[in-house]
């Protein structure tokens, strides 16, 4: 079943790009937080949207907000992306698609790749906003407008 607008969104665990569990009780309900769902590390749209989130990760830091990414890459893929791209933030590994699952993200051109999905959470927890496209750019200043207005 998927989150909706107004849900609060449920404890879960993950794989950090270091390797080590992360896990959402430590930001959920206490910060706002840009969690977004892409396809794959290293493609030409992912690249070009963790970027813009990276260009912008200022502008996220001063609205109080922490911004996540998730796709199915391995933890050492995340590694390396992160690195060539210097991303600030951290990369979640949902190998199993068990966040893809919980958060309801669809798959994307006819149910062949994975979605490409942005989820605004409030400092207490709940589905502000949900941004679904195929363009990942778009992602970036969807949730910055969005994190201002809750402000």
Same mark, same amino acid.
């Given at each position: 079943?998927?989150?909706? $607008?107004?849900?609060? $969104?449920?404890?879960?665990?993950?794989?950090?790009?270091?390797?080590?569990?992360?896990?959402?009780?430590? %930001?959920?309900?206490?910060?706002?937080?840009?969690?977004?769902?892409?396809?794959?590390?290293?493609?030409? /749209?992912?690249?070009?949207?963790?970027?813009?989130? @990276?260009?912008?990760?200022?502008?996220?830091?001063?609205?109080?907000?922490? $911004?996540?990414? $998730?796709?199915?890459?391995?933890?050492?893929?995340?590694?390396?992306?992160?690195?060539?791209?210097?991303?600030?933030? !951290?990369? %979640?590994?949902?190998?199993?698609?068990?966040? @893809?699952?919980?958060?309801? !993200?669809?798959?994307?051109?006819?149910? %062949?790749?994975?979605?490409?999905?942005?989820? #605004?959470?409030?400092?207490?927890?709940?589905?502000?906003?949900?941004?679904?496209?195929?363009?990942? #750019?778009?992602?970036? /200043?969807?949730?910055?407008?969005?994190?201002?207005?809750? @402000?």
């Amino acid at each position: 079943m998927a989150l909706k $607008v107004g849900d609060t $969104v449920p404890h879960f665990t993950a794989i950090s790009l270091d390797g080590s569990a992360f896990d959402s009780k430590d %930001l959920l309900g206490k910060k706002p937080i840009v969690l977004y769902f892409y396809p794959k590390d290293n493609t030409p /749209g992912c690249t070009a949207q963790a970027c813009g989130f @990276r260009d912008q990760y200022e502008e996220f830091k001063e609205l109080g907000a922490e $911004v996540i990414g $998730v796709s199915a890459d391995s933890p050492k893929s995340h590694q390396k992306f992160s690195k060539q791209y210097q991303l600030p933030f !951290v990369l %979640l590994s949902d190998t199993t698609n068990q966040l @893809r699952k919980l958060f309801g !993200v669809p798959n994307d051109l006819f149910g %062949l790749l994975p979605g490409r999905a942005t989820y #605004v959470i409030d400092g207490e927890g709940k589905v502000q906003m949900i941004f679904d496209s195929v363009f990942g #750019v778009a992602h970036i /200043g969807k949730a910055l407008n969005y994190l201002k207005k809750l @402000r």
